[in-house]
């Protein structure tokens, strides 16, 4: 059983499209995350969620909209792409809301950007 | 602000040597740590972490990590390297109290393993 799914596993489109990322947890955790890998391999938070309720929220362009409509769900909406987004997308869950949690990630979205 | 420092973005080993990676971290407290392995073309896995308990840690597949504070340094171990340990591996840390589960990774130190 997959513990944290990701869809699509790779996405490819053009600079200025709209795309989605879905990401789900059978794990029954409280809280959600989605992390940027970029070329290099660093990782980086981009948002977190606990209980469908945003607690994490970086630096990140408005362009990108998380949204969990329950909590065994979070996806990632991304407006106006552009080239600097290309990447691969981790979604992550942990239970509960606690500092020394392990984290649970998915496989990964590779996104890029055209 | 937190930052994790891996030294090393590259380790290459003969199968059956000592795998060393290491961490340093800097935090105005300490920090909850971990160590995170990244197989090729997968998400994360956990391997151990370090939680104001022990200060050895031990981990899966054979790894372990010493937390020492003096050298705000986590470092990370395996006696014997296997073929399978070939992967990427990530020192993170998290701020004990804060709101939320905020890791902040470390650069990724990658690992080849030679027959």
């Known amino acids: 059983d997959t513990a944290v799914s990701q869809t699509p596993k790779y996405l490819v489109t053009q600079m200025g499209n709209d795309k989605s990322i879905k990401c789900e947890q059978n794990l029954g955790h409280d809280t959600m995350y989605w992390y940027k890998q970029d070329s290099k391999k660093f990782l980086k938070i981009m948002f977190s969620y606990n209980n469908k309720e945003l607690i994490i929220n970086e630096t990140v362009p408005n362009r990108f909209s998380p949204k969990s409509p329950d909590k065994a769900h979070l996806n990632l909406h991304i407006n106006s792409l552009e080239l600097g987004d290309s990447a691969v997308y981790f979604c992550?869950?942990?239970?509960?809301?606690?500092?020394?949690?392990?984290?649970?990630f998915g496989p990964g979205t590779r996104l890029t950007v055209l | 602000a937190q930052s994790v420092t891996q030294l090393g973005s590259h380790v290459s080993v003969s199968e059956g040597a000592l795998v060393l990676l290491r961490c340093n971290y800097s935090?105005?407290?300490?920090?909850?740590l971990f160590w995170y392995v990244q197989y090729p073309n997968q998400g994360l896995q956990l391997l151990l972490k370090y939680t104001s308990a022990a200060t050895l840690v031990k981990g899966i597949n054979g790894f372990e990590a010493e937390f020492k504070k003096s050298e705000t340094s986590f470092h990370l171990t395996k006696p014997s390297a296997h073929m399978s340990d070939a992967a990427e591996y990530f020192c993170a840390v998290s701020p004990p109290g804060a709101a939320g589960n905020k890791l902040t990774f470390g650069g990724g130190t990658r690992v080849l393993v030679k027959p």
């Open positions: 935090s105005s407290v300490p920090p909850y």
């Open positions: 992550a869950s942990s239970q509960p809301v606690s500092a020394d949690n392990e984290q649970f």
